[in-house]
């Protein structure tokens, strides 16, 4: 198994200063009060998170999934370990729950948004999975439900909390390596469960209609649910939103882009010779920052290894799971100095997370941070799917020009009753 392919369950540790405390929570925890959660989704992370955040000692109240083979056997789990925990195929259930402090989403995609949007609404705070989002302004919804509720509201993109990633951004923010006119980003080859499968009745143990939610209607297909949805559109982005999630945000916080967006963004792909599935199986994309700089998005390309490399007027630095190395190899042995910017200090992400519920300051992958993550991603698929440049404005947030076509990309409608209105 190669680093990248290391899962992200073992991930955790990362740096810099809190931000301003946020509202006081709904009750005062004591200090060795339980937060109680609901998790919603327990696939393969679902059951991650469940098992980190037991192994922080919350208490698991409520388990949320459409497939009710997974749900009982995540129940019966549970149980084992002393819980007394209820399931359910609807999440709107748990967020009725005055128990409840806080809920973690780990669906596909499209699932991201209303969970966390409602959640907020309802008092809750949120751990949401990464990518934070299927579209761009379910991520500015996201965020503003957050505010709006004085919710705290932590994105799933594990990377920041681990010491490696942490060092190799406070090397580039104080100019270890100088001036950065680039940055190179590597995703993990497209790894479809292919051939596709002929359409089927879905199986007795799944709530299709609930599995599709906000999706288009179409026909159950078993290569497009569980794990599969991230090949297709309707639901993901492939692996620039899976693993661009993870390295742009690590290329977005060396630079201070935690806050803003490219201006621009071009690039070039492969998709399936036989079109098993739609997302990319190759891709290389460029996207332009206000201040010059570029991050170049690569999927199998051969100049580009998979993690975040920095390259600078003095070297470089490139940074993974496991791995930090720079060029000179000197490079990553330098500390900081006394006058230098320290970056959020985070050991545990799950842990993180608990912690700000009761400090409400803000965590080390707030809300803001996931969306701008997320659509740079999202702004890459869009260049890929229409095949040229497009213009960005990261302060407003829109497509700069009369671009249609790219506008229309941007959102997709929901499948109604479903809104984030």
């Not at 906000?214 to 692996?239: C, E, I, L, M, T």
């Not at 959020?344 to 996931?370: M, Q, T």
């Not at 407003?396 to 929901?414: F, M, Q, S």
Request: charged residues 25%; contains cysteine.
């Amino acid at each position: 198994m190669s680093k990248q392919q290391l899962s992200r369950r073992t991930f955790l540790a990362a740096s810099a200063v809190f931000a301003a405390p946020l509202i006081i929570p709904a009750r005062a925890f004591g200090a060795n009060e339980r937060i109680v959660t609901a998790h919603i989704g327990i696939g393969g992370q679902g059951s991650g998170n469940l098992k980190a955040f037991m192994g922080q000692g919350v208490a698991p109240a409520a388990i949320v999934d459409v497939d009710s083979k997974r749900l009982a056997s995540t129940i019966k789990m549970v149980s084992e370990k002393g819980f007394k925990v209820d399931g359910y195929d609807d999440y709107r259930k748990v967020l009725e729950r005055k128990d409840i402090d806080a809920i973690v989403v780990s669906t596909p995609d499209h699932w991201h948004a209303l969970p966390t949007v409602h959640g907020c609404q309802a008092g809750k705070d949120v751990y949401c999975e990464k990518p934070l989002t299927l579209t761009i302004p379910e991520g500015r919804a996201m965020v503003e439900a957050a505010r709006a509720h004085n919710r705290i509201v932590q994105t799933g993109s594990q990377q920041r909390s681990d010491a490696k990633f942490r060092k190799a951004c406070e090397l580039v923010r104080n100019g270890k390596i100088g001036k950065v006119n680039k940055v190179l980003v590597g995703l993990a080859k497209s790894n479809f469960g292919g051939p596709p499968v002929a359409d089927s009745e879905p199986p007795a143990e799944l709530n299709y209609d609930m599995w599709l939610g906000p999706a288009p209607q179409r026909p159950y297909n078993q290569k497009r649910v569980h794990y599969n949805f991230r090949f297709f559109w309707d639901y993901s982005g492939g692996q620039m939103t899976n693993w661009g999630a993870h390295h742009i945000d690590i290329a977005h916080w060396a630079l201070g882009f935690d806050h803003t967006g490219p201006v621009s963004t071009e690039g070039t792909a492969e998709f399936h010779p036989e079109k098993w599935f739609e997302v990319s199986t190759a891709c290389r994309i460029t996207h332009k920052y206000g201040n010059g700089v570029e991050i170049v998005v690569g999927q199998e390309q051969k100049d580009i290894p998979g993690g975040t490399t920095f390259i600078g007027e003095k070297g470089t630095i490139f940074v993974n799971r496991g791995v930090l190395r720079g060029t000179p190899a000197e490079l990553v042995e330098q500390e900081l100095s006394s006058g230098d910017e320290s970056l959020y200090v985070s050991s545990n992400h799950h842990k993180n997370f608990l912690d700000c519920i009761k400090s409400r300051e803000l965590p080390i992958c707030d809300v803001e941070i996931g969306h701008r993550t997320a659509s740079a991603c999202h702004l890459g698929n869009i260049a890929i799917r229409l095949g040229r440049k497009i213009e960005w404005d990261p302060v407003n947030e829109k497509i700069v020009g009369n671009d249609p076509e790219a506008i229309a990309l941007v959102n997709r409608p929901y499948r109604a009753p479903w809104s984030l209105k």
